[in-house]
């Protein structure tokens, strides 16, 4: 008896394991989501005397934006967003925005 009192409660906490490591999973596109409504909508890159841009606080160098351009035009979007994120020093998901809104 004891041992099918525990059998059932160890299927109880695998199941409830399940759910909540899916509930985080989910957790992280309902986020990027949000950040994606909540971050101004539209394009607000200032160009800068060097021939740069500033999006969002973060300065964009133009060896970085010639770079970022050019894997756009190949259709490399994630090596894009990765050059920005890396040159800019910005987060991938700023990086994200600014490459939609190029």
Do not use: C, W
């Amino acid at each position: 008896m004891l041992a099918v009192i525990s059998l059932l409660l160890n299927i109880v906490l695998l199941v409830m394991f399940f759910i909540m490591f899916f509930a985080v999973l989910s957790m992280r596109e309902t986020l990027e989501r949000l950040a994606a409504h909540i971050l101004p909508s539209k394009r607000e890159a200032v160009a800068t005397e060097d021939g740069g841009e500033i999006f969002q606080g973060y300065h964009i160098p133009p060896e970085v934006l010639r770079t970022v351009r050019e894997y756009m035009a190949a259709g490399v979007e994630t090596k894009a967003e990765t050059e920005l994120a890396r040159g800019a020093h910005m987060p991938r998901s700023v990086a994200r925005i600014y490459l939609r809104q190029m």
